[in-house]
């Protein structure tokens, strides 16, 4: 089970689903991605169960069902990515202080009328959607869609960033607004490596030199 492994080692650190559904691509910051966990329709069901839009007994049945119609799984699996990629659209121009495309805005749309065509309203100490009786291939998608609307309209655009180290996205929940890497572990070590060798190569050249 290589290729679910493969999604499970992504770090959730979107702070939003659908930011981190944009973040199973990676590579540098800005040209095209170098590597994509999302390699087909059990992939994308290992993500969702991974990331918490699925729960197991979903998971499982979802398998079952692209299994009994894999034209069916392999043309929800080709939406999904065509979902990504308008969703890397929209999160990535507003982390560079732009304004996400009319096209891109309308399939969110679009998108979300499917997706809430879907859902039921769940009561607790609010009401939710859930989507407990979506039994479609588009099942996986559908909270990553929502989150995204969620986000464009209840979520303050200007916490939405790209990591300075790769091309992750993420929401930044600190409290100055201060965050710039996916984490600290990752992108933020690297950096701290390099100006530590930067500090000691100018240190280096401005020490006297044996003759
Ligand atoms: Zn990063």
Known sequence: METVEDVTRMHLVGGNLALDFVNTRTGP?????DDDVL???????????????LTGSEATALRRLSRADPDGARAAFS???????????????????????????DR??????????????????????????DHTLARPLRQVVHAAVQLLTTGALDRI??????RFLFNDESKNRSRRWCS????GTAEKM????????????AAPRKA
């Open 194 to 205: 390099r100006r530590y060798v930067a500090a000691r190569r100018t240190r280096g050249g």
């Open 108 to 133: 969110l749309r679009d998108d979300e009328a499917d997706a809430l065509g879907h859902a039921q309203l769940q009561g607790g100490s609010t009401y939710a959607w859930v989507w407990r009786d």
């Open 39 to 53: 390699t087909g329709y059990p992939e994308l069901v290992a993500w969702g169960a991974y990331a918490g839009a």
């Open 184 to 187: 600290m572990d990752d992108c």
């Open 161 to 166: 960033k790209g990591c300075g180290g790769c």
């Open 79 to 105: 939406r999904a990515l065509g979902t990504r990629d308008y969703l890397d659209d929209i999160f990535r121009s507003l982390a560079a202080g732009g304004a996400p495309g009319a096209a891109a805005l």
């Open 29 to 33: 910051p800005v040209g095209p991605s």
